[in-house]
């Protein structure tokens, strides 16, 4: 898969509200395109994750 296809798997997971999921798919895509919008896609995802999930997330 490409890193385009990635992060659209993972904003759909994240609609499906598939946290772990949508992460995974961010990373990866992430991994293929340094560059991605996922990046930021990641990086919002773990601070509203840290913020409303402190018990359950520690990145």
Not at 21 to 46: F, G, H, T, W
Request: proline share 5%; charged share 30%; with cysteine.
């Amino acid at each position: 898969m490409t890193a385009e296809e990635w992060y659209h798997k993972g904003n759909e997971a994240r609609r499906q509200s598939q946290w772990h999921e949508a992460i995974n798919c961010y990373i990866q895509a992430i991994e293929i395109d340094p560059d991605s919008p996922a990046v930021e896609a990641k990086r919002m995802l773990d601070d509203i994750m840290a913020f409303y999930c402190k018990d359950m997330y520690n990145p």
